[in-house]
């Protein structure tokens, strides 16, 4: 009997070749990290200007910086405009949102714990696995 090893993940990540769906019109995600056993998932989030992601919550952690572009960005009862090199940390639970501003795509580095069963699933559903 042959016993299958678990596949490892990756020690450098092919951005290029990266999984990648849809959250919804104007969100765009990219898994880097999160599909071989690890306990963390690191993503990145690109809200496309005119664009807006809604409030909503999850019982994730999430922390985080801005990879490129800016958004008005609202955590809680805070909100400011934030941009590329900006650092910011999302409670578990917490409301959240952005809004896009400009003309280039607001894009974060997320990095969440545990990982983000939801996007496992629409990464499956989108056949980009």
Excluded at 4 to 10: E, F, G, I
Excluded at 85 to 102: K, N
Excluded at 104 to 109: A, G, H, Q, W
């Amino acid at each position: 009997m042959k016993i299958m090893k678990k596949p490892s993940p990756p020690y450098f990540i092919d951005l290029q070749n990266a999984p990648k769906f849809r959250q919804m019109e104007g969100l765009e995600t990219t898994i880097l990290t999160g599909l071989h056993g690890e306990k963390m998932m690191m993503v990145l989030n690109a809200t496309l200007p005119s664009h807006s992601v809604p409030t909503h919550s999850h019982p994730h952690e999430q922390i985080g910086v801005v990879y490129s572009g800016q958004a008005l960005l609202k955590i809680g009862e805070e909100e400011r405009v934030v941009k590329k090199g900006d650092f910011y940390c999302i409670p578990a639970s917490t409301p959240h949102s952005d809004v896009c501003i400009g003309d280039e795509p607001f894009v974060m580095l997320d990095v969440f714990y545990p990982l983000r069963e939801d996007f496992i699933k629409k990464l499956c559903a989108s056949g980009s696995r």
